[in-house]
Structure formats: structure tokens, C-alpha cells
């Protein structure tokens, strides 16, 4: 039997819960199909990210309390290093691709993606970022397109995916667009979206009504990063996980994604790591408590690729050195953590693409 120490028992208790993933996955958790998944990536988040957090944090972060650990291969088609479009289109439609490429495997044929077959399937669908809505990880579930640049295309495809709720920035490619003249908000209103953005209101003041779509946009370009000051992710993440639980009967796919850990990381900047990676963990413990009390939804964190060669060479676990050995991406593999029914399916070690197919066995969609 194990027993806890006072300090991880004060530890476990200031998160106001016991989590139920601190126990093996149980026959339950293996038999049943979930109703909703929940897929969280950290874009180049690797295991030396990971570990970086984890090692100067003084409370358990929400990776430690995950039953199931797996590792992912991510190269691309044409790379062993892959970029995030590549990287995300062999995650959301289970294709690898060439670098720069949007829902399109390698030959140029559109695949679709888990959050679109959600939705053809009666779920509701969403996505939460902390980049514009467009950019290279969240365009690869809703677009198909050659280059991940062509914002106002990608904005187009979403505009037209059926997706129910979503929030990120991008507010500059639905309305001030280069390539013609079509004001995408107002489209998105004919179809019936209620939408809303940072000049409006803030996000914590806003009553989503499940009864219509939903879309809000943190920033014209880009967010802010955590470092200046930008926190909507867990909130937002919350609204996402409420609006949609209720949005159809059928359950829900939810994509989540802190987008600048990559950022800090092509950077080389470890405090702006540190920033993001505290917002990602405070998002997580949010979605396993959503997932803890449900117990219908499977639970998915991982990265795209690792971004900046990270190595953890000097240090104590309280005052770490890191050093970056690269401002690009590397081809090491990275990470999954799986909670909830079928998480077993995220066990050893895979190429990226089988993370789509394990998404789609673990609805229990059936082959067309």
C-alpha cells in the first residue's frame, strides 16, 4: 500500500481534490468508450521542457498525475524535423506530410481531420489557443491548404468547418485581409456565430449561449505572451469544456494549445518558458478536474515536435541551467500523457499519425 508524506498530502489537498489518476487505469477506464477528448498540445513542449517545470516547481504539476505515458515520433514526410503544420496535420487527420502543410497529405489530397469527422458525427467541436486562430497547429484541424502562411484562406476554412466555439487571436485575417475585401466576422454572424473580441470585452465577462456558435478573439495578430501578462487560457479553456459539454447530447472534441511555449523556446528565453509553462499547468489541472468529475472524457497532452534542443547539463533541481542548442526544432521524440477511458490506447512508443487513429478507435467511429 503507499502511503503519502504530509507534504505531498498539503501538496495534493491545495488542489481542493483527490485525482483519481493518481491510481492505475482501472477496467473501466480500459472497457468504455469515452464521450467527449480533450487533446492538449504544447507546441515544442519536450520531455526537457517538461522536465525543466517540473524540477522548479514546488507543487506537483498535472503531468505527475497522469496514468499513462507514451512517446511519439515526429518527423514529417520530407524531414526528420518537422514543422507545426506538418506535425499537427499527422495529429488532427493521421497523414504525414511535407513541412508547410496544412490537412493535406503528402501528395496534395485533403484528409480530414478528428475535429471535423467530430462534428460530421454529431459531436460538438472546439479549439482554445494562445496564437492566432490561423496559425500552423489549430489551422491543421480545420484547414487544407499548401502553405500555413495563407492566412486569409486558412481563415476561410474555418469560417466554413462547421466548428462550434473557438478563441485566439487572429481578428486582423477575418476583417483587414489581403486577398479580398469579405469581412469574416460578419460571415461568421450570418451563420449564426455570437462573436466577440479583446475591444469589446473581456473574455470573464462574456455568457456563451450554448444554443448558438461561438468565437472570440484575443488579439488582432498575436496574444500576448504569459511573461506580459496574457492568462486567458484557463478560462477560456473552462468556457470551452461548459459550453460544449452541453452544446450535444452526443459528447465533444476540444483541441487546446499553449502556443508560445514553442515561442519562448525559438527564443531561448527560459523565464518566458517558465511563464508558459505555468499557464499550461494551471490549464491542465483545470481540464483533469472537468475530466475527474465526468469520468466520460479521455484526456490527451502532447507536443507537435520539440522546439530548441533543450539539455538540462548544469544546475540543482530549484536553480536549473538550461541551454539551448538550436532556435529551431529538433527531431527528438515527445511525450503523451493519456487520462480517462481508453487511455491505455496511448501507451510505447508511435509515429504522430497513430495519435489520430487511437482518437477515432477510442470514439468508436466506424470505418467509412
Known amino acids: ?10 501538496a495534493l489537498g491545495a488542489f481542493g481534490f483527490f485525482w483519481k489518476s493518481e491510481l492505475p487505469p482501472s477496467g473501466d ?11 492538449v498540445i504544447g507546441d515544442g513542449m519536450g520531455l526537457s521542457q517538461i522536465s525543466a517545470a517540473i524540477y522548479q516547481t514546488k507543487l506537483p504539476m498535472a503531468f505527475e498525475r497522469f496514468p499513462v505515458v507514451g512517446f511519439q515520433k515526429t518527423y514529417s514526410s520530407n524531414n526528420l524535423v518537422t514543422d507545426s503544420a506538418a506535425a499537427g496535420t499527422a495529429i488532427s487527420s493521421g497523414v504525414k ?32 489557443v494562445t496564437a492566432s486562430i490561423q496559425h500552423a497547429t489549430p489551422g491543421s484541424f480545420v484547414a487544407h491548404q ?15 468547418s462547421g466548428i462550434d466555439f473557438f478563441i485566439g487571436g487572429g481578428k486582423q485575417h477575418f476583417e483587414r485581409r489581403e486577398k479580398d475585401d469579405r469581412n469574416l466576422t460578419d460571415e461568421l454572424r450570418q451563420k449564426g456565430y455570437k462573436v466577440f473580441d479583446y475591444f469589446d470585452t473581456e473574455l470573464k465577462n462574456v455568457k456563451p449561449d450554448t444554443l448558438a456558435p461561438f468565437a472570440f478573439f ?4 498575436e496574444p500576448l505572451s504569459a511573461l506580459l501578462g496574457r492568462d486567458y487560457l484557463p478560462t477560456a479553456t473552462n468556457m470551452a469544456m461548459e459550453y460544449l459539454s452541453h452544446r450535444s447530447p452526443k459528447g465533444f472534441f476540444l483541441m487546446v494549445e ?4 514553442d515561442w519562448a523556446c525559438h527564443a531561448n528565453k527560459t523565464e518566458s518558458l517558465y511563464a508558459e509553462m505555468a499557464d499550461f499547468d494551471k490549464t491542465l489541472k483545470q481540464i483533469l478536474r472537468f475530466a475527474s468529475r465526468d469520468d466520460q472524457t479521455l484526456v490527451i497532452v502532447t507536443a507537435d515536435h520539440e522546439t530548441g534542443g533543450m539539455g538540462l ?29 481508453q487511455c491505455e490506447l496511448f501507451r510505447g512508443i508511435y509515429e504522430n499519425t497513430e495519435i489520430f487513429h487511437k482518437m477515432y478507435d477510442a470514439f468508436g467511429f466506424s470505418q467509412n
Not at 499548401?146 to 466554413?160: E, H
Not at 484575443?218 to 495578430?221: F, N, P, S
Open 258 to 261: 499553449g502556443s508560445q511555449i
Open 29 to 39: 477506464q480500459l472497457a468504455n468508450k469515452p464521450k467527449n477528448i480533450i487533446l
Open 146 to 160: 499548401p502553405a500555413r502562411n495563407l492566412y486569409d484562406d486558412i481563415s476561410i476554412d474555418l469560417l466554413n
Open 97 to 128: 506530410t511535407k513541412n508547410n502543410t496544412l490537412g493535406l497529405d503528402k501528395n496534395g489530397t485533403p484528409s480530414k481531420s478528428i475535429l471535423e469527422i467530430a462534428s460530421e458525427n454529431g459531436l460538438a467541436t472546439g479549439m482554445v
Open 218 to 221: 484575443t488579439a488582432d495578430k
Open 1 to 10: 500500500m503507499k502511503f503519502l508524506t504530509l507534504t505531498t498530502f498539503l
Open 313 to 341: 547539463n548544469e544546475g540543482t533541481p530549484r536553480q536549473l541551467a538550461p541551454k539551448f542548442t538550436t532556435n529551431g526544432h529538433t527531431g527528438a521524440m515527445v511525450p503523451v500523457f493519456a487520462f480517462g477511458p
